[in-house]
């Protein structure tokens, strides 16, 4: 399975934008240029959390973004899903229908385990994404990220913070 750039991008944006203090917003512009991405790619995502209830938004020479809820409330799986959707990773196409040696008419009355396998390692992919919070995230990062560097970025998204 492939995730689409943007849920990276996404996950990334969220932390930064847990650590704003209340009522400042980030604008698109300084997102990318923190991240070193292309502002229009990294819009697109922006507009999927926003979508989803997930970060709010304001306009004007000030605006940006800000999360929507406190980060202890907001799940790794809400950001996936915000970007990709919600439907299962693994679509069963029914292929054993195809085989020759079925007789004429047989029906199997349910899901063959391939199907069920996937769909069992898709949720407990969801499971493991819906207990982390963005708050489990950004207690990471600040144990693994230099005290000097963490610092020193989060001065760079105030002074830039609406």
Not at 49 to 69: I, K
Not at 93 to 98: A, G, L, T
Request: glycine share 6%; hydrophobic share 40%.
């Amino acid at each position: 399975m492939i995730l689409k750039s943007q849920v990276e991008w996404a996950l990334h944006c969220c932390a930064i934008l847990a650590g704003l203090p209340e009522g400042r917003y980030l604008s698109t512009k300084a997102l990318a240029e923190f991240h070193g991405l292309p502002k229009e790619y990294l819009s697109k995502a922006l507009q999927s959390l926003s979508q989803a209830g997930l970060v709010d938004t304001t306009l004007g020479p000030s605006g940006g973004y800000r999360l929507a809820r406190p980060p202890a409330e907001l799940t790794f799986l809400d950001i996936v899903e915000a970007v990709e959707g919600k439907a299962r990773t693994f679509v069963c196409n029914n292929i054993r229908e195809n085989n020759p040696c079925r007789p004429q008419g047989y029906c199997e009355s349910g899901p063959c385990p391939v199907a069920r396998i996937m769909w069992e390692a898709d949720e407990a992919w969801r499971e493991k994404l819906r207990a982390v919070r963005l708050s489990d995230l950004t207690e990471a990062l600040a144990l693994d990220i230099p005290a000097d560097l963490w610092k020193s970025s989060f001065e760079w998204v105030l002074e830039r913070a609406g």
